[in-house]
């Protein structure tokens, strides 16, 4: 594994863009008006953007694989993470979304609570390298980081296929819900 640096941010966000192509939650929230690629790098953009300022992004030494992730609790509002918000909207939500994407958020907030913990934001792997366990390197990896910081790691996925490998680490499924899919909420005390 290694840690991104900001030069990586193309190199990471075209690993999940090609990964999360047909991901149900990730297309939820895009806007259909706009082009489907140019959407979802702006979203893997922004997730590079906020996990690189409060937590940390890996990948894989082959650079087909990455992780994002971050701790909500430093998680702060500024002139800064404003400016990305509203790219963002702008860029993968489109403002006719506005009401599905923070109905989304504030039931996805509310289910995981106000909690100290390692938010996995994002494990992708290009299409071609799937199967190979870099996914599960780079799982295990963040766990090591959340055992360093004795903290809980929370996560989502719309992906049942997913379901498995986060078993395997010791998540449980602690909640779902029904949006026009089904979200998974897992967990893993440390």
Known sequence: MLQASPADKKLVVDILT???????????V??????????????????????MAYGSVFFHEEKDAAALFYYPQKKRTTLRTIGWDVRLLFTCFGAGNVGKITGREKIIHQVKGKRDMLYLWFVGVLPSSQGKGKGSGLVADVLQVARQE????????????????????????????????????LRKDI
């Not at 090609?18 to 939820?28: E, I, M, Q, T």
């Not at 989502?156 to 026009?180: D, I």
Request: with cysteine; charged share 20%.
């Open 18 to 28: 090609k990964a999360f192509w047909d991901n149900l939650s990730v297309n939820y």
């Open 30 to 51: 895009i806007d259909p008006k706009k082009d489907k690629g140019s959407a979802i790098k702006a979203l893997m953009a922004y997730s590079f953007d906020v996990c």
């Open 150 to 185: 004795g903290l809980p790691v929370y996560l989502e996925t719309s992906m049942t296929q997913n379901l498995p490998l986060y078993k395997r680490f010791g998540f449980t499924v602690y909640h779902e819900h029904e949006f026009s899919y089904r979200l998974y909420f």
